[in-house]
């Protein structure tokens, strides 16, 4: 079975710092870029970042550009995506996920992402 799960949410107070991972389970990412989204509850999912299957394009939202960093490490011992996500604001919380599709764009939607891994909680709260 495809799927993807993400770790790394949790609590963090304002300021703070977090990172998540996304790594897959029946396939390898390299094959993919890998966006990464957040939805709170009652609103819409909306794109955070994304980045290419190979690493060298990154997009971001306008609203975490210089405070959210994507990577990825293609090893075949680590086929991980990771969100580093520094300088965290209350309006940050929400559950995060990663999704995978085959190119990266922060102009394609949820419903363009063919695999979805089931979410992440971060909080950002004092």
């Known amino acids: 079975q495809l799927q993807l799960v993400e770790s790394g949410g949790g609590l963090v107070q304002p300021g703070g710092s977090l990172r998540l991972s996304c790594t897959a389970s029946?396939?390898?990412?390299?094959?993919?870029?890998i966006g990464w989204f957040r939805q709170a509850p009652g609103k819409e999912r909306e794109g955070v970042s994304c980045?290419?299957?190979?690493?060298?394009?990154?997009?971001?939202a306008d609203s975490v550009k210089g405070r959210f960093t994507i990577s990825r490490d293609n090893a075949k011992n680590k086929n991980t995506v990771y969100l580093q996500m520094n300088s965290l604001k209350p309006e940050d919380t929400d559950v995060y996920y990663c999704?995978?599709?085959?190119?990266?764009?922060?102009?394609?939607?949820?419903?363009?992402?063919?695999?979805w891994g089931q979410g992440t909680q971060v909080t950002v709260s004092s």
């Open positions: 999704a995978a599709r085959r190119e990266c764009g922060m102009g394609y939607g949820r419903y363009e992402y063919d695999y």
């Open positions: 029946g396939f390898t990412l390299d094959y993919y870029a």
């Open positions: 980045i290419s299957n190979s690493g060298d394009r990154t997009e971001y």
